[in-house]
Nanobody
Framework: EVQLVESGGGLVQAGGSLRLSCAASGFTFDDYAIGWFRQAPGKEREGVSCISSRDGSTYYADSVKGRFTISNDNAKNTVYLQMNSLKPEDTAVYYC?????????????????????WGQGTQVTVSS
């Protein structure tokens, strides 16, 4: 059974940093896409970033470009989201998701409709 466990969320002041981790287990796929998504109260889910395990290609939402960095440690089956220069509007529950293979564009994976597996989420709160 595929499991995704997020960690690293918390409370931080505006301008601060956090690093989220997504530990994946229970799968044997050679290639996969992992994405980070967020959902704030009363808002729709938003794609934040995604990465291809095949070649390490990364994609970002415009709202986080230049501030967030996604990376993948294949040996540990863990994907990280380094979040710098955090803003109050980054406050949300952050989820990671995994989809076997990499068949579509990065922008398509950022939409979030393709993923088969989702984690439980971790809360990120940025105070002003």
């Amino acid at each position: 059974e595929v499991q995704l466990v997020e960690s690293g969320g918390g409370l931080v002041q505006a301008g601060g940093s956090l690093r989220l981790s997504c530990a994946a287990s229970g799968f044997t796929f050679d290639d996969y896409a992992i994405g980070w998504f967020r959902q704030a109260p009363g808002k729709e889910r938003e794609g934040v970033s995604c990465i291809s395990s095949r070649d390490g290609s990364t994609y970002y939402a415009d709202s986080v470009k230049g501030r967030f960095t996604i990376s993948n440690d294949n040996a540990k089956n863990t994907v990280y989201l380094q979040m710098n220069s955090l803003k109050p509007e980054d406050t949300a529950v952050y989820y990671c998701a995994l989809d076997p293979g990499w068949y579509y564009s990065g922008s398509y994976y950022l939409e979030g409709n393709e993923y088969d597996y989702w984690g439980q989420g971790t809360q990120v709160t940025v105070s002003s």
